[in-house]
């Protein structure tokens, strides 16, 4: 039987600053229909690995190699700020401002439009398309926020803290969503410090002391 696509490989991975390693040794290996979640508490270099996983960080040492990013397919799910819960946008618009492979414009095309309602209404809040973004509750603007990270049709989906900002239900709703994207198919890696946000995965990865230790 063939092993499904690798999406992210990391190979030995040193990672850091002005030649001050932060985290050494990493190997991880991600492939098509995965759900890993990787648990860092605070200062773990979680924010190291993640600008490394979307490119912005060049390794010390090692390789990262990530196909979804090369092609343009890597979905990026933010931790959410009270800058971007105040954007002065109504919920469609937000969406739209998915496609990264356009620049800042005003005229999208009747086929984005109809991805991004179609995303809308996979995430339950096709009803709120006209509204303004900053209006919606904190668990409804996290909906519009994946469903703006999947509109590209990502290989990969990368969530950063994805329950970081929101109350304990709207966290829980959020979560059986991710179950669910996963479940249609949706390779998803989530960042967390919360090890029981982790238990939804179905892998889960831990930094400690610089290293990843594999939890499951």
């Given amino acids: 039987m063939n092993e499904s696509p690798i999406v992210l490989a990391c190979e030995d991975v040193t990672l850091g600053y002005e030649h001050k390693p932060l985290l050494e040794h990493l190997t991880l290996t991600v492939r098509a229909g995965d759900y890993l979640c990787i648990v860092?508490?605070?200062g773990s270099g979680k924010s190291t690995l993640l600008r490394s996983l979307l490119g912005l960080l060049s390794p010390l040492a090692g390789k990262i190699d990530c196909p979804a990013q090369r092609e343009g397919r890597l979905g990026y799910l933010p931790?959410?700020?009270?800058t971007q819960r105040d954007f002065p946008a109504t919920v469609t618009e937000v969406v739209l401002s998915g496609f990264s492979n356009r620049r800042a414009r005003f005229f999208y095309t009747a086929e984005e439009r109809s991805t991004a309602?179609?995303?809308?209404?996979?995430?339950?809040?096709?009803?709120l398309k006209d509204k303004c973004y900053r209006e919606l509750s904190?668990?409804?603007q996290q909906r519009?926020?994946?469903a703006r990270?999947?509109?590209?049709?990502p290989a990969l989906l990368l969530a950063d803290e994805p329950t970081g900002a929101l109350d304990q239900a709207s966290g829980k709703e959020v979560l059986r969503l991710f179950h669910r994207l996963h479940e249609m198919g949706n390779t998803i890696v989530?960042?967390?410090h919360d090890l029981s946000v982790a238990q939804n995965a179905g892998r889960i990865v831990e930094i400690?002391?610089?290293r990843l230790q594999s939890l499951s």
Avoid: F, S, W, Y
């Avoid at 931790?79 to 009270?82: E, G, R, V």
């Avoid at 990270?149 to 049709?153: H, I, M, Q, R, S």
């Fill in 40 to 42: 860092g508490e605070n």
């Fill in 79 to 82: 931790q959410q700020t009270p």
């Fill in 149 to 153: 990270a999947l509109v590209g049709n």
């Fill in 117 to 127: 309602l179609m995303n809308l209404g996979k995430l339950g809040v096709l009803e």
């Fill in 138 to 140: 904190g668990g409804q």
């Fill in 144 to 146: 519009v926020a994946i």
């Fill in 190 to 192: 989530m960042i967390t």
């Fill in 208 to 210: 400690v002391d610089g």
